[in-house]
């Protein structure tokens, strides 16, 4: 297995990447990235040489003050063979979730199949926020993409296992994460969807 990435947020700047190699997309469009090189991904959502920080946050003042409230409790929901874990502190609000109310209401109904496709929704959360357990699941194929994936007008999605410097609350998943790059999340530096906000953030 392959040494986990490291993420360090900057205080008030932007995320430093170091990885022995890494993969990176922007826009659906893969960067080079030179071997054991360091890459710094802006955070203040002003940089003219997006994704990277080009020292924008400074002229703008861009503050990142700690997240307020980033201790809500965590969801749990028990099935009668699998359990699945909400984690609100660092969910972006992208609706992959939306299929579980039924999934759910099937599974408790004794539907066999059921908890396999919870379990396929939960992992194709990309915040990392829901999480399972289930000892009769096998667990899905991770789908095959890059390790950093930025999204046009959106978030920083990490898609591989990884450490950082900020407090991923319980039950979150250190393999998937989504960061803001827009710099409006009010839980940074995890993405809660505020980048909707903005129509020139590209």
């Keep these: 297995m392959s040494k986990p990435i490291s993420l360090t947020v900057l205080d008030n700047g932007p995320l430093k990447v170091s990885a022995d190699s890494l993969t990176l997309h922007y826009c659906g469009e893969p960067l080079e990235v030179e071997a054991g090189s360091d890459v710094y991904i802006c955070r203040c959502g002003q940089s003219k040489n997006a994704p990277f920080c080009d020292g924008s946050h400074q002229k703008v003042g861009f503050v990142a003050e700690p997240p307020k409230g980033n201790d809500k409790d965590i969801k749990v929901w028990e099935g009668k063979t699998i359990r699945t874990f909400f984690n609100p502190n660092t969910c972006m609000h992208a609706l992959y979730c939306k299929p579980l109310k039924d999934l759910r209401a099937r599974e408790l109904g004794g539907d066999t199949d059921a908890a396999a496709e919870i379990a396929r929704v939960v992992m194709s959360c990309p915040s990392g926020a829901l999480n399972y357990e289930s000892t009769e699941v096998t667990p899905p194929q991770s789908a095959d993409g890059p390790d950093i994936d930025v999204r046009e007008g959106g978030e920083c999605r990490i898609q591989t296992a990884f450490q950082i410097n900020a407090t991923p609350g ?31 953030f590209k």
């Design 170 to 200: 319980e039950r979150q998943d250190m393999s998937r994460a989504t960061l803001c790059r827009c710099g409006l999340s009010k839980n940074k530096p995890w993405c809660d969807g505020a980048h909707k906000k903005r129509e020139d």
